[in-house]
């Protein structure tokens, strides 16, 4: 038992991290309505937020037959069968989920651990039909894996997971496209008239969503009061309407902001519903685990059946409330909460320019299809509709705070969320909290237009990165976890130890890649922040501007060393840096906008000048990858180097290109531009060089002296490095003018 004992402790580990790990993932579920609309100071929702976790913790009616009895029949598992099980499901738990909150990717805790006790299930199934290890049944037959595995109850949440996806989309969608039509985005002479009526609705139907999804089974409310509410939902509902709207229409008589009030109400009903229902998915197993250590511990016997876990759960106060406080505390303290979160509220905003996303096949298939569509409601639809239409959906800016979008929006997204989740609970349909709040979230930014022709097809992308993400957990949980369970019954003790100190070390090193990406985002915001007039703007490009051509020339000078000594590793890495500088340069070129946003009203001046810079810079570290790419690819694929005359030609261009950029350097590092001209002497004399070489290349093709590949490879470099010096000529004019605007 000493061994369980220790397995036990572990679990509680693994526990206390997939709380950490599982608040960072599902914190956008109760949070991002709210940080989305900025309905409210940060601490406030963080301690409205904090508030429902605990007492949906403390009422949790726990815990916990999905992790149990849902998905597995524990009396055909033997103690310590189910003991690794668990372990094997909390160890891939706690992994999949700190992976994706390190990506800042939203998934399913529901998900991964359905599908993880699924797979460890059907593993040690496995093992015990090939060990000759199963359970006789009372009618004296041995047990199958079908009488092993709970498969309807199984194929249920995955059903009812995967309708949700689309019921919740569409749901948002609709809500959100008549919704803005009665309020349009000037909404505040609305909320004089019907604006009570409306928050007394949202707050009806989060009402009836915390009571029936989040205190429903707990002691908080009688189980005679419940069945009684049950009975009588429309008359419960009808009182709660016209209580709420009476409230509402008093507070906004009083000069309250009663949208707020909604928007804060139910981020308190989503954050309780979460603590108390999505619980299992965090510590579920390790309770379980607890339970079966408790029934075995009296007699000892390790081969018993686990037929226990069958009965009905008694919670713990101690650990809901303790669990409770760690949800609390991560909350407030995770940073990769954030990251997640980010990530949404950056789908769903209402502006562009923020999308970190890139552009697939299927997104830009979906994107002309709905132009297509919408060519059509402009044929048939009368003009008068669509003016009144379209002015509906005109977003009014917001330069006071600059919420991603506005309080419509984030009532539209809790109400909708409650009430999906309330009536599939009702109805008891399982349902995933992440799905239904990050889908609803999106149909609304669809129907509310933040989806324009500028950012439709990066936000699809990011909603179908997303969706995969979820999907990729199921298949990546159900396999990791049954190749750890199969793992943990053939390696024992040997296993556990050495599956515990990998788990501990993936999560360290997770943790130290995304503080350090935090860092670096830390520190270009920081950056940005700092720009604030034209001269600082200035200044920060002539330090970039140089530092990125030190980089141009070394990677240049490398990449036709490695190309001269063959040396593989050496154009690997050029290849490397080379694509990581176009990438600052591309992203630079991206970010002209809102820098030119921030100059003052004499930016005519220089924007032009600025927006040359990054054009030019994005063009010189373009041609650089065309260089090193072809480069590597050419040595790394064995292919015959140069001949002699050859490699003379390049090294007497590399010379040439050394020394230009040696004055262009020092030109942008002094900001002295006296030599000017000297360079576009110097520039043309290579050009005379380039010219010569691909003319002594052309003979050598004649003469059949120089193999294709070659040949092509020296043509590339020959025009590559033409435009990257041309263009860096062009770079360092540019900047001229720039610096001398300051």
């Known amino acids: 038992m000493d061994l369980y004992l220790i397995i036990v402790i572990i679990m509680l580990a693994l526990a206390v991290s997939g709380l950490v790990v599982g608040v960072a993932n599902d914190a956008v579920n109760f949070l991002n309505s709210a940080l989305g609309s900025k309905a409210a100071p940060r601490y406030v929702i963080m301690t409205v937020a904090s508030v429902g976790i605990i007492v949906g913790a403390i009422t949790s009616n726990g815990m916990m037959e999905v992790a149990r009895s849902g998905v597995f029949h524990p009396e055909m598992f033997t103690f310590a069968e189910v003991m690794l099980l668990f372990l094997a499901v909390m160890f891939t738990n706690v992994i999949l989920l700190d992976i994706f909150n390190t990506l800042g990717m939203p998934t399913s805790t529901t998900v991964s651990l359905v599908f993880g006790l699924l797979g460890a299930a059907v593993g040690i199934s496995i093992f015990k039909i090939a060990n000759d290890a199963l359970v006789t049944l009372p009618d004296g037959s041995l047990a199958t894996m079908?009488?092993?595995?709970?498969?309807?109850?199984?194929?249920?949440?995955i059903g009812g997971i995967l309708i949700s996806v689309v019921i919740a989309f569409v749901c948002g969608t609709v809500v959100m496209y008549i919704t803005r039509l009665i309020f349009s985005f000037r909404y505040q002479s609305k909320l004089k008239s019907y604006g009570a009526v409306w928050c007394g609705i949202a707050l009806t139907a989060i009402s009836y969503f915390a009571v029936f999804k989040g205190l429903k089974g707990t002691q908080v409310i009688p189980a005679d009061w419940m069945s009684w509410m049950e009975g009588h939902i429309p008359m419960m509902l009808g009182g709660l309407l016209v209580g709420w709207s009476l409230i509402m229409s008093i507070l906004s008589m009083l000069k309250v902001n009663i949208l707020r009030i909604t928007v804060l109400a139910g981020t308190f009903s989503l954050a309780l519903a979460f603590a108390g229902n999505d619980l299992v998915n965090f510590i579920g197993v390790f309770v379980a685990g607890v339970d079966a250590?408790?029934?075995?511990?009296?007699?000892?016997?390790t081969n018993m059946l686990m037929g226990g876990l069958n009965d009905p759960v008694v919670a713990n106060l101690l650990i809901l409330f303790l669990s409770g406080a760690v949800m609390v505390v991560t909350l407030w303290f995770?940073?990769?909460?954030?990251?997640?979160?980010?990530?949404?509220?950056?789908?769903?905003?209402?502006?562009?320019?923020?999308?970190?996303?890139?552009?697939?096949?299927?997104?830009?298939?979906?994107?002309?299809?709905?132009?297509?569509?919408?060519?059509?409601?402009?044929?048939?639809?009368?003009?008068?509709?669509?003016?009144?239409?379209?002015?509906?959906?005109?977003?009014?800016?917001?330069?006071?705070?600059k919420a991603p979008f506005d309080l419509i929006r984030a009532t539209v997204n809790l109400t909708v969320a409650s009430l999906l989740i309330s009536m599939a609970t009702s109805l008891q349909l399982p349902l995933s909290t992440t799905y239904v709040t990050f889908m609803v979230a999106m149909g609304s930014s669809l129907s509310d237009r933040a989806w324009g022709r500028e950012s439709a097809v990066y936000r699809i992308t990011g909603v179908l990165t997303v969706i995969a993400g979820w999907f990729f957990t199921a298949l990546v949980a159900f396999t990791v976890s049954f190749a750890v369970a199969v793992l943990l019954m053939w390696g024992g003790v040997f296993a556990v130890a050495g599956l515990s100190v990998l788990c501990c070390y993936l999560m360290i090193r997770s943790t130290k890649a995304h503080n350090r990406k935090l860092k670096r985002e830390a520190e270009k915001q920081a950056e940005h922040k700092a720009v604030t007039d034209e001269s600082s703007i200035v200044d920060r490009s002539v330090r970039e501007i140089t530092e990125m051509m030190n980089k141009v020339t070394t990677i240049y000078n490398q990449t036709l060393i490695g190309l001269f000594n063959e040396d593989r590793k050496l154009l690997k890495n050029m290849v490397r840096e080379s694509e990581a500088l176009y990438q600052v340069a591309h992203e630079r070129k991206h970010e002209v906008l809102p820098t030119l946003l921030e100059l003052q009203e004499n930016y005519v001046e220089t924007g032009h000048y600025y927006v040359q810079i990054a054009d030019y810079l994005d063009e010189v570290a373009k041609a650089l990858v065309h260089i090193t790419r072809p480069s590597f690819d050419h040595i790394n694929n064995n292919h015959e180097g140069f001949r002699v005359d050859q490699l003379?030609?390049?090294?007497?261009?590399?010379?040439?290109?050394?020394?230009?950029?040696?004055?262009?350097?020092e030109m942008l590092r002094t900001s002295h531009f006296e030599e000017l001209d000297e360079i576009l002497?110097?520039?043309?004399?290579?050009?005379?060089?380039?010219?010569?070489?691909i003319k002594s290349q052309i003979k050598r093709v004649k003469a059949k002296a120089s193999t294709t590949r070659s040949s092509i490879l020296y043509l590339t470099i020959i025009n590559e490095t033409k435009t990257m010096v041309l263009q860096s000529r062009n770079l360092l004019k540019a900047q001229k003018y720039f610096v001398?605007?300051?």
């Open 681 to 693: 002497r110097m520039r043309d004399e290579l050009f005379d060089t380039l010219a010569a070489a």
């Open 293 to 301: 250590y408790d029934i075995v511990r009296t007699t000892g016997d």
């Open 146 to 157: 079908a009488d092993m595995i709970n498969t309807g109850n199984a194929m249920a949440i």
């Open 334 to 401: 995770s940073k990769k909460a954030q990251s997640v979160s980010d990530t949404e509220i950056n789908l769903a905003r209402q502006d562009v320019g923020v999308e970190r996303f890139g552009s697939t096949s299927a997104s830009r298939a979906i994107v002309r299809a709905t132009i297509n569509c919408n060519k059509n409601y402009e044929k048939y639809t009368p003009e008068r509709i669509q003016r009144f239409i379209a002015s509906r959906f005109v977003p009014v800016a917001n330069a006071k705070d």
């Open 648 to 665: 003379e030609d390049l090294k007497r261009v590399n010379n040439q290109v050394s020394r230009i950029y040696l004055h262009i350097n």
């Open 740 to 742: 001398m605007k300051k």
